[in-house]
């Protein structure tokens, strides 16, 4: 008798704990088809990686003392705590995109491919244009611990060297000069240069010139790639007349303070 109240203590026990841990794990899951397979570039590695990389990007340059509010999308709530995320395999979307759904809100991480680089390329909730349609599997599942902010990864390679090279060659040869050449050009001698360091999948990156008497200068440059060559333009930007007079907690201070801190490229105009 007392052998039979040890086991049906012990199924119950058994059936309690196999509960529990289905009530914690309900959103990970299991995948839909352990046979379906990823995209090609994609992997389970790059995948939480690159959502990694984009959580810590988004801390990095979109902190809520400077936004001023706190949107369901808002990583920051979640600083050294864990997400669990699931990969999303849409049957009618482009080969080349995922959808990373969240625990923490009814909204998506969209991961896309560019030369073989996995990125996050921004968020979609369910009542916004973009919200993808139709049927999808999950293929895969993980959690990230949510880290302090810090620089990003930014990455190196051949091919972002060459574009380095393109954007120092229009910052020296085309934005100094026509500085040089202006009404104030007296003023813009011996101006700093800042190319604030980018991934190398993107079209652009964040130019600042910095007059020894406190005014700064804004530009984009963007890039363009043909045939193997790659040369780099600017476009129309801003000026600020004493950025650090600025509240720390301004935009443009931020972005100033932030772009310069993380340059990959530095160089006077007369040199």
Not at 20 to 25: G, K, R
Not at 92 to 119: A, F, H, R, S
Not at 176 to 190: I, R, V
Not at 205 to 220: H, Q
Request: with cysteine; aromatic share 12%; net charge negative.
């Amino acid at each position: 008798m007392k052998n039979r109240a040890l086991i049906l203590f012990l199924l119950i026990s058994n059936i309690l704990i196999l509960a529990s841990c289905s009530s914690i794990d309900s959103f990970r899951g299991k995948n839909d088809n352990n046979h379906v397979l990823l995209p090609e570039g994609f992997s389970h590695e790059n995948i939480k990686s690159a959502t990694k990389e984009y959580i810590n990007y988004q801390l990095w340059v979109n902190p809520i003392r400077i936004t001023g509010t706190v949107s369901e999308k808002s990583f920051e709530p979640y600083i050294n705590q864990i997400i669990d995320f699931k990969v999303r395999k849409y049957d009618d979307m482009p080969e080349k995109e995922l959808y990373i759904e969240t625990n923490i809100g009814e909204w998506l991480i969209l991961l896309k491919i560019k030369d073989g680089i996995v990125y996050g390329d921004g968020r979609v909730a369910k009542d916004e244009p973009g919200w993808p349609q139709g049927k999808y599997r999950v293929v895969s599942n993980f959690s990230v611990l949510v880290e302090e902010p810090h620089k990003p990864n930014y990455g190196s390679s051949p091919r972002k060297e060459k574009m380095i090279v393109a954007a120092e060659e229009y910052l020296r040869f085309v934005l100094c000069e026509d500085f040089a050449k202006g009404t104030e050009s007296e003023k813009w001698k011996g101006a700093r240069v800042y190319l604030a360091d980018f991934y190398e999948y993107e079209d652009g990156a964040s130019a600042w010139i910095v007059r020894n008497d406190g005014v700064v200068s804004y530009t984009p440059v963007g890039f363009v790639e043909k045939d193997a060559t790659i040369k780099a333009g600017g476009a129309k930007g801003f000026e600020i007349e004493a950025v650090e007079s600025l509240d720390p907690n301004d935009l443009a201070r931020f972005m100033y303070e932030r772009d310069t801190g993380d340059a990959v490229l530095q160089f006077t105009c007369d040199s």
